[in-house]
């Protein structure tokens, strides 16, 4: 999984949100972040942390399959681009977004 960073706020919460509400084993993935760690952070048993060397690296690796899903600000670039390979995780992500809003009150 792409972030930004592993321990940004976003980072935080999408590997939260993505355990607790779809059940990924968030501790089995490798994270590839765009940038060096504001702070070292113990990282759990099993956590592995790679380092783009750019965001090209990441676009290329996002559109060839090698990293599975990106979470950062903005969208990658091959999805605004409109590449095939590189689509959003959810087919309606606005009903997705009101039904993670609405179901835990």
């Known amino acids: 999984?792409?972030?930004s960073s592993y321990q940004t706020?976003?980072?935080v919460l999408a590997k939260g949100d993505l355990a607790h509400y779809y059940g990924v084993p968030w501790k089995e993935?490798?994270?590839v972040r765009a940038r060096e760690e504001t702070l070292d952070v113990p990282l759990p048993?099993?956590?592995?942390?790679?380092?783009?060397?750019?965001?090209?690296q990441m676009d290329e690796e996002l559109i060839a399959g090698?990293?599975?899903?990106?979470?950062?600000p903005r969208p990658p670039q091959p999805f605004l681009d409109g590449h095939p390979n590189v689509v959003?995780?959810?087919?309606?992500p606005q009903t997705e977004e009101e039904r993670h809003l609405r179901d835990p009150g």
């Open 9 to 11: 706020t976003l980072s």
């Open 29 to 31: 993935l490798t994270y």
């Open 45 to 56: 048993p099993g956590v592995k942390l790679e380092r783009a060397k750019s965001s090209e």
């Open 88 to 92: 959003r995780l959810f087919d309606h």
């Open 1 to 3: 999984m792409a972030l």
């Open 66 to 72: 090698a990293i599975h899903a990106q979470f950062t």
